[in-house]
């Protein structure tokens, strides 16, 4: 539902920067932390300051588009107490996780009935409705969008946990394309009237909402 480049989406976008992406980079964090890696809370990345976690240009994408990304976590998987590509795995996949958490709780005052569907299309100053449904919306798409299986994303890594090591190995040793395949993806299929990574994400993200709020 586009409400435009309003207050009201301008301020969920904020809350997204401030806090939706610091919790997402945190639990990554804390997720290799209670594995045994402490790498990352070394580097004063277990914290959520979010100005500890934020890119400048990740940020500004935020602000201007709705998507964007923060500075990536340094994990060192072989300092955990469980198998490497398992003990990334997990870590990989509490980012995105935690951006479903964040959504759930957006959905609660709807479900508690302290805010009604209906205030979504009330378009008159700042609408708090309005506000939790853009940070959820986002808060999906940014975690549908890193479990795809494309390195730098989270579901690269998760994915080459749970494959048999052969098959992990193959995955892995696709990282120096994965980015240009990304890239080709997100730009250049889209410009030429493919838009591949939306088929895939939409249609999920538009169920998990239903979901939530329905």
């Known amino acids: 539902m586009p409400f435009g480049l309003s207050l009201t989406t301008l301020l969920a976008r904020v809350v997204v920067l401030l806090v939706a992406m610091p919790i997402h980079e945190w639990a990554h964090a804390w997720s290799a932390y209670e594995l045994g890696d402490d ?10 300051n979010p100005f500890v976690h934020l890119d400048i240009f990740g940020s500004l994408l935020i602000l201007l588009t709705g998507f964007g990304w923060a500075k990536p976590v340094p994990v060192n998987p072989y300092r955990m107490r469980v198998q490497a590509r ?16 964040v959504a759930v709780l957006c959905a609660v005052p709807f479900r508690l009935g302290l805010l009604n569907l209906g205030d979504l299309y009330v378009h008159s100053g700042l609408n708090l409705a309005q506000v939790l449904w853009l940070i959820a919306q986002i808060s999906i798409g940014l975690a ?55 088929s895939l994400i939409w249609p999920v993200a538009s169920v998990l909402e239903r979901i939530l709020f329905w």
Do not use: C, W
Request: no cysteine; aromatic share 12%.
């Open 39 to 48: 790498t990352a809370r070394l580097r004063g990345r277990l914290s959520l």
């Open 86 to 101: 398992k003990g990334m795995a997990l870590s990989a996949s509490a980012g995105p996780l935690s951006n479903l958490l």
């Open 144 to 198: 549908l969008f890193n479990f795809l299986p494309f390195y730098p994303l989270d579901g690269e890594k998760v994915l080459a946990g749970v494959l048999p090591p052969h098959m992990g190995d193959q995955l892995l040793a696709l990282r120096p394309y994965s980015p240009y395949v990304l890239v080709g993806l997100l730009f250049i299929l889209p410009y030429l009237g493919f838009d591949v990574i939306g």
